[in-house]
């Protein structure tokens, strides 16, 4: 039999599953010495993609156990997301999902079916601005702008200094460290810029986390705090469920392994991985928090300046209330990159090193902009794919499957990822062999289908500007 989920049955208020050994597990049951529990799936990871996948599979009609190393929704890599909501993709399934999720956060109330009194993440339409640079033209993207429907400007040299007139628009390329005598070196040319004007970013990323966990639990979803996972059980080839730190035992026939840096590990767990054509491995980045120039956020038609993306710098600025910014990198090849063994090795305090170079960056851009003597920011680990392209797949172990390598730039694209992933996990554990025929997700607003065989495992590397835009 192929999957425990195609025998799911209720008894009484209880939920029976029977696996496909012909084990059966029910809802009320106690099993086995360390009084272990069923569910029909386990999610590891409760940020903003393991939230999604939990609500998404809920919603579907299973029993969701979600279980988190911390202490609550977001708080790990999401809580230092700054949760840009940009299209700017290179592939036609990026731009799409990013397209899609840009309506589900447009509508959030909606989506999350929250009711009126609850607290919500809140997305800020500024627009997103990324200057022109050779190694990434526009035409990269905007070829499936055209595709999708995505709605766009080509701004010029002029254009550009009209819109927003703190820019210096001087081309620089290629970006070099500050200490380097180029860095202050005279312009070799004026740049445009290509705005998307519904782009913009979520004001704050750990409630939009909370704000999934919370509709999971409407729905009925658990979740497990500070329960760090410890074991993967196996039988026949495929997974069984997880032990817990405090020897509790979750049996499931489905586990999702949505735990963000920490996937790596729990993949060694499960001995998965083998066939994975794409690599991945924790990088600790950091995004620093400083004054905007004066008057720089009047620029924006409702009160912000658009999200900038400058790779001729090699930096981002997004805004931060009415009187800040913040200002992250876009992995210059002039940096180091700080990859970790271990994520937990990550210090989230930020480093005098780091602020200095992107903040001098910043200002080497945005005239006015002022460059503290103590840094101020957050750092937060990326869980990156050699492509900067996410994985969204089942593995070689029947029923774990891994929503992983997002890479730093898949905050925007959660809501859709629970879709996208109880569209893989009730396909293949009804039958389907998505190795060989890629399953399709068809999107609710904007009527686009998305190729889910683009975040397989096994692919080819995607195309890629090599950095966390993807």
Known sequence: MASDLRNVRTTGGAVTLRAASGTVWSGNEKV????????DAVVVGAGVIGSSIALELVRSGLRVVVVDKF????????SASSAVVRFTYPTIAGVNAAWESRHCWGAWRDHLQAPASEPLAAFNRCGVTMLDVDFAPCGMFTRHFDKVGVPYEKWGARELSKRLPALDTGRYFPPRPVDDDEFFADASARLGALHTPDGGFIDDPQLAAHNLATAAQRHGAAFRWKTPVTAVMRRGGRVRGVRLKDGTELSAGVVVNAAGPWSGQLNRLAEVGGDFTVGLRPLRQEVHHVAAPASYHDAGGDGHAPVLVDM???TYIRPEGREFLLVGGTEPECD????????DDGSPTPTVSQFRTQVTRAARRLRGLR????PRGVAGVYDVTDDWTPVYDRTELAG????????GNQFKNAPLVGRLMTTLIHGVEGGHDHDRSALTYTCEH??????????SRRRRPAPSTGTVLG
């Open 446 to 455: 904007t009527g686009q289908t998305i190729d889910l065989g683009a975040f």
């Open 336 to 343: 180091p990159l700080e990859w970790l063994d271990d994520p």
């Open 32 to 39: 086995g010495w360390n009084m272990a529990e069923s569910t």
């Open 371 to 374: 460059v503290p003597n103590k």
């Open 71 to 78: 202490g609550g929704a977001g708080n790990g890599s999401t």
């Open 312 to 314: 001729d710098l090699g």
């Open 400 to 407: 774990f499957y891994v929503a992983i390598g997002t890479s």
